[in-house]
C-alpha cells in the first residue's frame, strides 16, 4: 500500500510563494515517477509538473514553466514542487502522484497523462488571492 501525503498549502498574495511537500511510503520510491496535478472549481484535474526516478528530467505545464520548480530527495522518500510569482489562477487544490509504468525517457505526453499514476495524495489547497 502506497501513501502520498501533501503538505505546504495556505493562502498567499499574488507574487508571492509556497512550496508544497509530499511525503510517500510503502513503495520503493526511487523507481517511480512522481507528479503534480491540481483541479480548480469546476475545472478538470491538470498536470502540473513531473519528475523522473532520478531526478534529471522534468516537465512542466506551460503556465507554470519559470515559475515553479519540481524536485525530488529519494533519501527522504519526499517530492517538492517550489512554486514563485503567484497567480491567482493558480488556485486549486494541489496533488502529487507516483506511477510506476512511466520510464524516464518518456515524453511529457506521458508524464502529464493522470492515467498513467497509481497512487494519489489527498490534495492541499492552494489559494492565491488578488
Known amino acids: 500500500q502506497v501513501q502520498l501525503v501533501e503538505s505546504g498549502g495556505g493562502l498567499v498574495q499574488a507574487g508571492g510563494s509556497l512550496r508544497l511537500s509530499c511525503a510517500a511510503s510503502?513503495?520503493?520510491?526511487?523507481?517511480?515517477?512522481m507528479g503534480w496535478f491540481r483541479q480548480a472549481p469546476g475545472k478538470e484535474r491538470e498536470f502540473v509538473a513531473g519528475?523522473?526516478?532520478?531526478?534529471?528530467?522534468?516537465h512542466y505545464t506551460d503556465s507554470v514553466k519559470g515559475r515553479f520548480t519540481i524536485s525530488r530527495n529519494n533519501a527522504k522518500k519526499a517530492v517538492y514542487l517550489q512554486m514563485n510569482s503567484l497567480r491567482p489562477e493558480d488556485t486549486a487544490v494541489y496533488y502529487c502522484?507516483?506511477?510506476?509504468?512511466?520510464?524516464?525517457?518518456?515524453?511529457?505526453?506521458?508524464?502529464?497523462?493522470?492515467?498513467?499514476?497509481?497512487?494519489w495524495g489527498q490534495g492541499t489547497q492552494v489559494t492565491v488571492a488578488s
Open positions: 519528475i523522473s526516478q532520478d531526478g534529471a528530467t522534468t
Open positions: 510503502g513503495r520503493t520510491f526511487n523507481r517511480d515517477v
Open positions: 502522484a507516483t506511477s510506476g509504468r512511466i520510464l524516464s525517457w518518456y515524453s511529457r505526453t506521458s508524464y502529464s497523462d493522470a492515467r498513467q499514476y497509481d497512487y
